[in-house]
């Protein structure tokens, strides 16, 4: 089993910024993609963006679109989400998730993960 950290959740002001990490043991993660996925309190838990880990290819839902930026750091086995232009829509809970087998960049965006993270609140006040 794979165990991804995720860090970086918090409070912020509407317009602000935070960046999720999410680290997958080197080891034994051997994937083709990492994305965030976000669920808010009484809703189903949404694509944010994914990343194709051997050529960065990524993808974005049209929420994250413009505003987010998935990078990855192929050394550590970390994943970033910055995320600039903060709604108080962006309030939820985001979940790092990781693809064990071969997958396009949209292909993401329905394909379910193999692994997830435990999940970081993310706050945004009006």
């Known amino acids: 089993q794979v165990r991804l950290v995720e860090s970086g959740g918090g409070l912020v002001q509407a317009g602000g910024s935070l960046r999720l990490s999410c680290s997958a043991p080197?080891?034994?993660?051997?994937?083709?993609?990492m994305g965030w996925f976000r669920q808010a309190p009484g809703q189903e838990r949404d694509f944010v963006a994914g990343i194709i880990w051997s050529i960065g290819t990524t993808h974005y839902a049209a929420s994250a679109a413009g505003r987010f930026t998935i990078s990855r750091d192929n050394a550590k086995n970390t994943v970033y989400l910055q995320m600039n232009s903060l709604k108080p829509e962006d309030t939820a809970v985001y979940y790092c998730?990781?693809?064990?087998?071969?997958?396009?960049?949209?292909?993401?965006?329905?394909?379910?993960?193999?692994?997830w993270g435990q999940g970081t609140q993310v706050t945004v006040s009006s």
């Open positions: 998730a990781a693809w064990s087998f071969g997958t396009t960049a949209q292909a993401m965006s329905f394909m379910t993960p193999t692994y």
């Open positions: 080197i080891r034994t993660f051997s994937g083709f993609a």
